[in-house]
């Protein structure tokens, strides 16, 4: 059984820099042929997709945010991390850290809970 949990601050100040981590159990995020990716939906809107880390190492990001956006990640914890810079009240949104099937087509697998975060001063 594959698990996902996000973990972070709730709360992150205008300008400043956010970062959350998945923690994965179940699965290796090294393991062929997934992904590691995360979303986010702010309050009453849709899903936005922000960007994915491969088993590979290699990593893709939505052009809105890759001038401010990087995902890395630490195989001995199993761990992937999503920093967003320069964050501003229209980065509030629940997060989440998803697991996608890369090969032989490409769609998500499961879910972390998400994780909340507020943006404000």
């Known amino acids: 059984q594959v698990q996902l949990q996000e973990s972070g601050p709730g709360l992150v100040r205008p300008s400043q820099t956010l970062s959350l981590t998945c923690t994965v159990t179940g699965d290796s995020i090294t393991t062929n042929y997934y992904g590691w990716s995360w979303i986010r939906q702010p309050p009453a809107k849709g899903l936005e997709w922000m960007g994915i880390?491969?088993?590979?190492?290699?990593?893709s990001l939505a052009p809105s945010l890759k001038s401010r956006t990087s995902i890395s990640r630490d195989t001995s914890k199993n761990q992937f991390t999503l920093q967003l810079n320069s964050v501003t009240p229209e980065d509030t949104a629940k997060y989440y850290c998803?697991?996608?099937?890369?090969?032989?087509?490409?769609?998500?697998?499961?879910w972390g809970q998400g994780t909340q975060v507020t943006v404000s001063s």
């Open positions: 998803i697991r996608v099937r890369i090969f032989p087509s490409i769609g998500p697998t499961d």
């Open positions: 880390m491969t088993y590979s190492g290699i990593t």
